[in-house]
DNA sequence: ATATGTTGTCGAAGCGCTTCGACAAGGTTT
DNA sequence: AAACCTTGTCGAAGCGCTTCGACAACATAT
């Protein structure tokens, strides 16, 4: 293991100099530079991050709290995560990957022990148990998803309220009147994972306003389940003409019992997901979908993050706008006879 | 920040003594570890992370480098980086989330730093270019996957040969003569990551034994993608009555079209996926499969290294048996005429 | 009784780095 | 020519922990 001193000697400066060659926090002349860096090279020298930590009391480590579960969204997650480790590598931070296993006891832990850095939990509930620690704390942190109180908080989602009304305009416009979210598995909805309750809260009161009836049904994803929800669905509303959807794993199942009952999609119903685009485009019938902007999600929450540890940028609430894309599974209400 | 030497303080005892309760490394009376231990839990003592690293040259910390494309299995991946995540915190590890983009010079700089104690690679293609480094550190390692040449290293990963294998087997045993392998994306036989490969070894060997016939294909997956395909298959094998599918996005695609051609399952074809039994079970057929165990994968792999840190346990290819499981896609080969 | 462990604790060294203050050498300003 | 910056470099302290050797205090073997 080749050391800072070792590089000193080998270049013929002091370890200080080496430093500030590495760190670049103080003037360093040309030549010394080279001749630096040309050992640096040569002995094949890698700073010890431990000294690094304990000298600078900084890690340069963010962690990354996801969600154990993985019952629902679980390629969204992937993403973000990849995303939050990729842009975290551009700006030098190495991420450590912290399941939700441990709650709040993990939050002390890597605070206590100066670890990491910096935080961000991802799958965040409405009410966490982990946000008076980070309250609590002056580690930065962002979240993504959005608690129900946010001072003091950053947090980053995309717009949930705003693509429920995006999605209630865009039936709404085509005629319908009458439609029915097929929505997250119950468990979702009973963890106060706010996003499910902000989507329809934001698809309710648009549709109110333009003068269409919602009908939601929770619904856990895969064939057996949705047979169940969709039968309910037009028991209670035959007249229904519209679904959106937010479970990727209901999506197929819906396409597939609507095509196998002879209601054609869009002439008959139409069809809107939320999910990412990959999603959408890979689907049985080209959905018109409101994409769930993963990477972005990552992204922003690091960017967030970087500009807590830099000192500028305080508490903020970055939600992302929706976009809809229309695809071929919307269009007009069927006339009525 | 409380330090060692606070607790030390508080306690009535050396700094030392206080890290001998912490490591359990020399004995210590019992009214001396309670004490301290009451230190610890008044003062809210948490042992710096950095210090300890550099104190001790062992970060506790295993480094997992994931892929970054999410072409392929990312739900597997994620179930595997999870499993792995968890795991290691039960032998007081924390996980370190590097994306594959930076190849080898992550291996290099997690190596050289002493930021990680151990790696864990996932998605090896058979001749990896990371693969020269691991051999050449003493840096202990536990590949997921199987590359070419295993001398010096340790593997985890289902044994795809027995699966193809498998697959075969029970084909033939339903009578089916001809069958067509659905794989993964060429974009994943090009990168030569093993298991699609060997998988279809498997397969193609013992159908030869058993005078089957096999048509393979890759497919990006999604239904235009698989339309092409099916549509390619059926034209060069007309009695083609067995699919083994290799590829998530690509089962409900199949099933769909096989429906809509008029092609029952089982009773015209049998499907098998080699999937996770979360998508067997979910689709829109029940269908017969071999899992992919990624839980237990990430498990083994992280047993396997702590073995290895721990000083026992030498290089070994660890090799999971596949299971099939027959569900509602696979059934007695119908009768020619 | 002496020699020989055992057990529990301490002090000190040192892990490899960052960073602060000092300071020589040279350049500017008066 | 004195006074003052700037620039580039160095030495030393210290980050919080682990670990080694030392050594009392006591128990056991001879």
Redesign the interface.
């Known amino acids: 293991?080749v050391t800072l001193a070792e590089v000193a000697q080998h270049a013929g400066v002091s370890a200080s100099t080496v430093s500030y060659v590495l760190s670049g926090k103080r003037s360093i002349s040309v030549g010394t530079r080279q001749r630096v860096e040309q050992s640096i090279q040569q002995l094949?020298?890698?700073?010890?991050?431990?000294?690094?930590?304990?000298a600078s009391?900084r890690?340069n480590?963010i962690a990354?709290m996801?969600p154990?579960r993985?019952d629902m969204y679980?390629?969204v997650?992937?993403?973000i995560?990849?995303a939050v480790?990729?842009n975290a590598?551009t700006h030098g931070y190495?991420?450590?990957?912290?399941?939700g296993?441990?709650g709040p006891d993990a939050v002390?832990?890597v605070?206590?022990?100066?670890?990491a850095d910096a935080m961000i939990l991802m799958d965040v509930e409405l009410d966490d148990e982990r946000l008076p620690l980070l309250r609590g704390t002056d580690q930065p942190s962002v979240l993504i998803g959005l608690p129900a109180a946010t001072e003091g908080l950053t947090c980053v989602d995309l717009d949930f309220a705003a693509t429920g009304a995006l999605c209630a305009e865009h039936l709404a416009k085509l005629g319908h009147r009458d439609i029915a979210v097929i929505g997250e598995a119950p468990a979702v909805y009973e963890r106060h994972t706010g996003f499910a309750e902000r989507t329809l809260d934001g698809l309710r009161s648009r549709s109110r306003e333009l003068g269409v009836r919602v009908l939601h049904r929770p619904c856990e994803?895969?064939?057996d389940a949705m047979t169940v929800t969709l039968a309910r669905i037009f028991d209670e509303r035959p007249g229904t003409t519209g679904f959106v959807v937010q479970n990727e794993?209901a999506v197929?199942?819906l396409l597939?019992l609507l095509r196998q009952q002879g209601r054609a999609v869009p002439e008959d119903v139409s069809v809107i997901a939320v999910c990412p685009d990959q999603v959408a485009?890979?689907?049985?019938v080209r959905l018109t979908s409101v994409a769930i902007p993963a990477q972005e999600m990552g992204r922003r929450a690091v960017e967030l993050l970087i500009a807590k540890l830099d000192g500028h940028g305080g508490d903020e609430v970055a939600l992302l706008a929706p976009e809809l894309t229309v695809r071929a599974s919307t269009g007009p209400a069927p006339v009525t006879s």
Do not use: K
């Open positions: 293991m094949g020298y890698h700073p010890n991050a431990g000294a690094r930590a304990l009391n890690s480590i990354l996801v154990l993985t679980v390629p997650m992937m993403e995560a990849i480790a990729t590598r190495d991420v450590l990957l912290l399941t296993e441990e002390r832990r605070t206590g022990s100066g670890l994803g895969g064939f794993s197929e199942p597939a485009t890979q689907a049985s």
